[in-house]
């Protein structure tokens, strides 16, 4: 496959409902310091036939911002027990799932990661998982609307060979799920075929390399 030209600059925003704008002001602004950069006032606004509503943003580094739509006298929505604002789930719907579905916000290194997690302990919403990945650390908690948010830190660099690594998963992945019974043992039987299938180009492609560096 063709490498596509790649030009895009990041998040520009994520957007979320809320019930509640003045718990959602408090935990983003007051508690994590993220300070509110825009606003939209739209009154009648939209082909649909929605009610007023309010569209805010919160600056969250790097020119990357998280928005909000609150919606004058829309009501919660009925579901299951578990969930958030956005999606209500049934009893039985694995947490894990649930979970799945989170914004990371990125930080530079230790000092500033438990700098979140010493406001966060001081509010109304305190961290309630901190984990050690492969490659990063983060801390979780829920947001006022039941969104799940984790900061994070890098704990190394991410390794050339772990993105060449990354691409031959993802590959066998795509070829695994789309054949009868995809399980992790038939992605790592694949992944192991496409090692040995692409082998021989990597070599002659770390051979040119090397002979253009002399």
């Known amino acids: 496959m ?8 990041g998040v520009d925003h994520v957007a979320y409902p809320t019930f509640d ?4 002001v408090k935990f983003y602004r007051d508690v994590l310091g993220f300070p509110v950069v825009h606003s939209i006032c739209a009154a009648g606004w939209g082909p649909e036939k929605h009610p007023d509503f309010i569209h805010f943003f919160f600056d969250i ?3 990357d911002r998280l ?3 609150y919606y ?3 009501e919660p929505f009925e579901g299951g027990p578990q969930g958030d604002s956005y999606s209500r789930f049934a009893a039985d719907v694995p947490i894990f799932f649930i979970r799945s579905r989170h914004l990371a916000i990125h930080v530079d290194n230790e000092k500033d ?5 010493r406001r966060l302990d001081g509010s109304d919403w305190p961290v309630e998982m901190q984990i050690q990945h492969e490659t990063i650390e983060s801390i979780y908690t829920h947001d006022p609307n039941g969104y799940m948010i984790e900061i994070t830190r890098a704990l190394r660099p991410v390794t050339p060979q772990e993105d060449l690594d990354a691409n031959l998963t993802i590959d066998a992945l795509v070829d695994v799920v789309s054949g009868p019974e995809p399980s992790m043992s038939a ?3 694949r992944k192991a075929e ?3 299938e692409r082998a021989e180009a990597w070599q002659r492609e770390q051979d040119e390399k090397e002979r253009s560096s002399i």
Do not use: C, S, W
Request: proline share 6%.
């Open 21 to 24: 704008p003045a718990a959602t």
């Open 194 to 196: 496409l090692i040995v």
């Open 2 to 9: 063709p490498t596509l030209q790649h030009t895009v600059k």
């Open 67 to 69: 928005a909000f739509f």
């Open 61 to 63: 580094g790097n020119d």
């Open 72 to 74: 004058f006298g829309l």
């Open 187 to 189: 992605l790592l039987t």
């Open 113 to 117: 990661l438990l700098e979140y997690r």
